[in-house]
């Protein structure tokens, strides 16, 4: 790993401990599995990366660690359609492209909207935090595996 992915996950550690989460060597794991990894990833994933390092880990465990970090909004779970979720570690605002056939996701960074006008026509009903939005198609490989 390089040094500004380490220096990534020092910041991250700091804001954990700010809002008073127990750092364990476990969410170390994770932190530093998603920041090698770079993209969407799912639970299974990381538990079959971090069972490397803590073979008695469980999946649940997992669960708990990502789940600790959606809190703090360090990883955005991405809801997937009859599949399992998603999460993310791009913390910036963007959307998602989900692959109907092979089910890759990536992100999608557009201004689609004016969420202050949103926020605003839905003000009586809820108070909107945050939104994003799925687009479905087919991506590159798939189109070209189609055509022949
Ligand atoms: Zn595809
Ligand atoms: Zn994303």
Same mark, same amino acid.
């Given at each position: 790993?390089?040094?500004?992915? =380490?220096?990534?996950?020092? +910041?991250?550690?700091e804001?954990?401990?700010? !809002?008073?989460?127990?750092i364990t ?9 998603? %920041? ?6 799912? +639970?299974?994933?990381?538990? !079959?990366? *971090?069972?490397k390092?803590?073979? %008695?880990?469980?999946? !649940?465990?997992?669960? /708990? *660690?990502?789940?600790? =970090? ?19 570690? !791009? ?13 890759? *996701? ?5 201004? =689609?909207?004016d969420?202050? +006008? ?6 009586t009903?809820?108070? *909107?935090?945050?939104? %994003? ?8 490989? /798939?189109?070209v595996?189609? +055509?022949?």
């Open positions: 790993m390089d040094s500004s992915g =380490l220096k990534d996950i020092n +910041a991250k550690v804001y954990l401990k700010k !809002n008073k989460r127990r060597p476990q969410l170390l794991e994770v932190l530093r599995i998603i %920041s090698r990894n770079g993209g969407h990833f799912t +639970a299974s994933d990381i538990y !079959n990366e *971090i069972k390092t803590f073979p %008695s880990i469980s999946l !649940n465990t997992v669960y /708990c *660690i990502l789940k600790k =970090l959606n809190t703090v909004g360090d990883v955005q779970e991405v809801v997937t359609l009859g599949k399992e979720t998603n999460y993310c570690p !791009n913390g910036k605002q963007h959307h998602h492209v989900i692959c109907t056939k092979c089910k890759k *996701i990536e992100d999608v960074e557009l201004k =689609l909207f969420i202050n +006008a949103v926020k605003k026509q839905m003000e009903d809820y108070e *909107i935090e945050n939104y %994003s939005v799925m687009f479905n198609g087919f991506c590159k490989v /798939c189109r595996k189609g +055509a022949s």
